[in-house]
Structures are given as structure tokens and as C-alpha cells.
């Protein structure tokens, strides 16, 4: 079986806080909160992280965790869209906020071929979730649950 996988939800445009709080480095040597999880889910056992992010983040985000992450977990990045996956739905010309938490999951179909777990990009979760996590998904789910 695959080791399992971490998707990040972190397409949020983050207007309440003035800038892109996903990337904002806090740490002693200027982590991010995603930094930290992903040392922890790495620890734990999976074997991929996937990026939900904008496209216009790209960059941004492959500079920061590219370096930090190669060699380490495998990487991917997928775009949450306001178009992606809503075939036939009616967008309102001023909507720029993407659609939400299952249009994240769904965008990140094409690349989670693995049993996953989803976190927010600005959310703390410490390493006992990610050992838990990664112990259901490897001895206790199946394909009901």
C-alpha cells in the first residue's frame, strides 16, 4: 500500500489578515505553520504532501517549501479555481473568494491517488494528530471508510 498523503488547503486569500498567512514565517529559524506540520506528518510516516493553492501563489510557495521539502516527501501542487469542477454553475462576475472546503478536496482529486488527510495551511495540529492519522489510514481503513 502507498503511504499515505497530506493536502493542504491553502488557496485562502486571507483578506481579514492583510497578506498570505499560509507563508507568513514565525518561527526561530522563519517557519510557517505548514512547515511544522509537515515535519510532523514526514515523522509520522507519509510519503506526499499536495498543495491546494492559487495559481497566482505558485511561485511563492514552491520557493519557500521546494528547498525545505526536496528529498524529503514527495511535492504536487493543484489550483483551486473558481472554475475548476463546477461545470454548468453560473459564477458571479465579482466572486473572487474560492468556493470552500469540498471544492479544495475536489480540486485535489487529480492528484491524491492514496489514502489522505486534509489540514488548513494556518491551523496547528501537532504531531499526535499526524501519527493517528497515519495509523488509521494504514491499519484500520478500508474502501468503507
Sequence with gaps: MAKPTLVIMAAGMASR???LKQIQRFGPSGETIMDYSIYDAIRAGFGKVVFIIRKEFAEDFKAIFEPKLKGKIAIDYVFQDL???V???DIPAD???PWGTAHAVLCAS???QEPFIVIN???FYGRDAFEKAYRFLTTEANDHT
Design 121 to 123: 495551511a494556518d491551523d
Design 110 to 112: 487529480t492528484a491524491v
Design 83 to 85: 472554475a475548476s469542477f
Design 95 to 97: 466572486r473572487t473568494k
Design 17 to 19: 489578515y492583510g497578506s
Design 87 to 89: 461545470e454548468g454553475v
